[in-house]
């Protein structure tokens, strides 16, 4: 079966941080595109951050940038999101998903991991 499952996720201060990770089971990353969104309550999910597997290129949204970072490991088939200097404003359902470098759009999408953060 494949699937993609995140962990990490709690309840955190303001200014504290977290570490999420997702994890391939069935799949190889190993020409995709894997990419963190999150969905706050009443709210459309929106793009956090993705790293393309093959060269490790990065992207975030503007709202994390300095606070967030992507990485990847391959012995593990893993991905994670460093996120630092925590905001009430970054609470939300993290979810990672992942593409065909190839292909637009997502095809692959975790259960999502809840992030909250008090002021």
């Known amino acids: 079966q494949v699937q993609l499952v995140e962990s990490g996720g709690g309840l955190v201060q303001a200014g504290g941080s977290l570490r999420l990770s997702c994890a391939a089971s069935g799949r190889t990353f190993s020409s995709d595109i894997v990419g963190w969104f999150r969905q706050a309550p009443g709210k459309e999910r929106e793009f956090v951050s993705q790293?393309?597997?093959?060269?490790?290129?990065?992207s975030y949204t503007d709202s994390v940038k300095g606070r967030f970072t992507i990485s990847r490991d391959n012995a593990k088939n893993t991905v994670y999101l460093q996120m630092n200097s925590l905001k009430p404003e970054d609470t939300a359902v993290y979810y990672c998903?992942?593409?065909?470098?190839?292909?637009?759009?997502?095809?692959?999408w975790g259960q999502g991991t809840q992030v909250t953060v008090s002021s």
């Open positions: 998903a992942a593409r065909n470098e190839l292909y637009y759009r997502y095809d692959l």
């Open positions: 790293i393309f597997w093959r060269g490790g290129s990065t």
